[in-house]
């Protein structure tokens, strides 16, 4: 059962506990300053106002009608009745009703008996101060109702945003992958159809079949680079600069994101164990967005800290650590906060793993580790 099922009942029994016994305490007085003369009708006209404020429907507009009705007439032993009354239209906001129900009862009063007028011994002091205070209880509480289901609100929306960016940052990374792997595949077909196409060329010099399967390679490479065009050169961005600026990882290394990052100040120590031939492409391609998100972070939360790079090719998986020192954010950049939501999405799916968070002394580590193919295949799971 949940928390606030578990405040709704209680706030339940509550109210049933005390209008009832409001009503006990209005028969019992009624019977006391009457020698028992008005008991049955005083506990009717009590039970009659617990029944209408306790059962939902009848609490408006019927219940305060009802119980300024009685109040009037029976006074200072059903005004505690009211006073619930009071504070269930200031839960409502419904204060020229709350207003016009008090006046009511404490100027037509006059009309009732003497021994349970309000205006007798100065009885309207103490009911107008109950009455006060119900509403004044009855508005704080409603507000605080309000004011706690609009925070409620806001979170879900803030929840819901969050969730669309996350997927949105998660789509472009897909995106960027499908627009990668069609730069690396195309090229590998171009490579493909190009030497199949040289060789049918020399046809006569080679055995009769040896030249018709040339002829079916170079023809099946080319409708392959076809169809994959069609299916993911659509995913390219249409502005012809963004789309060079996607195509980049496949004509520069990683080591090109150092040597720019030094150049406009930022201090890097840069390890590499291995040759990036040893990890497939698409390792490559990952290495180099992790280590430009790595270097950016890192520019923009700790600016002039130096950072420390370190990227293993080697088999049997491709690692990747970024690390740097504390240092002080920079004013004029705002962060996304999606990046590394891209990031993970594209090591995830490439059966690896990525880490960010702090590493001890205020400083921050970004670590990767992505497994190559053949492990996976020799151990039937990443290592």
């Not at 009071?86 to 009511?104: E, I, N, Q, Y």
């Not at 600069?241 to 930022?266: F, I, N, Y």
């Not at 880490?355 to 799971?381: F, K, L, Y």
């Amino acid at each position: 059962m949940s928390r606030s099922t578990v405040s709704g009942w209680a706030a339940l029994v509550g109210r049933v506990g005390l209008v009832v016994f409001l009503v006990l305490i209005a028969g019992l007085n009624g019977a006391s300053i009457s020698g028992g003369r008005y008991r049955a009708p005083i506990i009717a006209s009590a039970v009659v106002c617990g029944v209408a404020l306790l059962v939902p429907r009848l609490r408006w507009p019927l219940a305060p009608f009802l119980v300024t009705a009685v109040t009037v007439w029976w006074g200072w032993l059903t005004v505690l009745l009211l006073a619930i009354v009071m504070f269930d239209l200031a839960l409502a906001r419904r204060m020229r009703v709350a207003v016009g129900c008090t006046a009511v009862a404490l100027g037509a009063n006059l009309i009732g008996y003497p021994e349970t007028r309000l205006w007798a011994e100065q009885r309207y002091v103490s009911a107008l101060a109950f009455m006060l205070l119900a509403f004044v209880v009855g508005l704080w509480l409603g507000n605080r109702r309000r004011l706690v289901r609009a925070l409620a609100s806001e979170v879900e929306h803030l929840r819901t945003e969050a969730q669309l960016r996350e997927e949105a940052a998660r789509a472009a990374e897909r995106s960027r992958i499908s627009a990668e792997m069609h730069d690396v595949l195309a090229h590998r077909l171009s490579l493909i159809a190009l030497h199949t196409g040289v060789l049918s060329t020399r046809k006569d010099t080679l055995p009769g079949p040896v030249g018709e399967r040339l002829g079916l390679l170079r023809e099946t490479s080319v409708e392959a680079l076809a169809d994959l065009r069609d299916v993911l050169g659509a995913l390219r961005e249409p502005d012809s600069t963004r789309a060079s600026a996607t195509r980049t990882p496949m004509v520069r290394e990683v080591q090109g994101l150092a040597d720019e990052a030094r150049a406009a100040g930022q201090h890097i120590e840069w390890t590499t164990d291995g040759l990036p031939e040893h990890a497939p492409t698409t390792h490559r391609l990952a290495v180099y967005r992790i280590v430009q998100e790595g270097l950016t972070n890192a520019r923009k939360h700790a600016d002039g800290a130096p950072v420390t790079v370190r990227v293993d090719y080697r088999p049997p998986a491709t690692r990747v650590e970024i690390t740097n020192p504390p240092g002080s954010p920079r004013a004029d950049t705002v962060g996304s906060g999606y990046g590394l939501v891209g990031l993970r999405e594209r090591v995830t799916a490439l059966g690896g793993h990525l880490s960010a968070g702090p590493a001890g002394a205020g400083a921050w580590r970004m670590t990767a580790r992505i497994p190559h193919p053949s492990s996976i295949e020799q151990n039937g799971t990443p290592t």
